[in-house]
């Protein structure tokens, strides 16, 4: 299996509109990202779904810097 192949699998995490956000990184962001935050978006990954939720839906702030800002660019990509 491919890593963006696999990094498309990690990205369905079973609600619709969470999993479109983590796509649209993995497709338009991802590909340009230096390796720190391509460490950093593989680690929001790794995080269990309650955690990345609440990230994610915005009720919580992650703690280590390079998972916060991963998590900015990944909200930043809401469409208004």
Known sequence: MSEES?????CRRG?????ELL???LEERY????EDEKTAFQAVLALADPELN??????????AEPI????????????S
């Not at 696999?6 to 990690?10: A, D, E, T, V």
């Not at 590909?31 to 230096?34: S, Y």
């Not at 916060?68 to 469409?79: D, E, F, G, M, Y």
């Open 31 to 34: 590909p340009l990202a230096g």
């Open 15 to 19: 609600m619709r509109e969470l999993d």
């Open 54 to 63: 609440g990230y994610l839906l915005q009720r919580q702030i992650p703690a």
């Open 23 to 25: 796509l649209r990184y």
């Open 6 to 10: 696999r990094l498309r699998w990690q």
């Open 68 to 79: 916060a800002n991963v998590i900015k660019q990944i909200l930043s990509r809401t469409p």
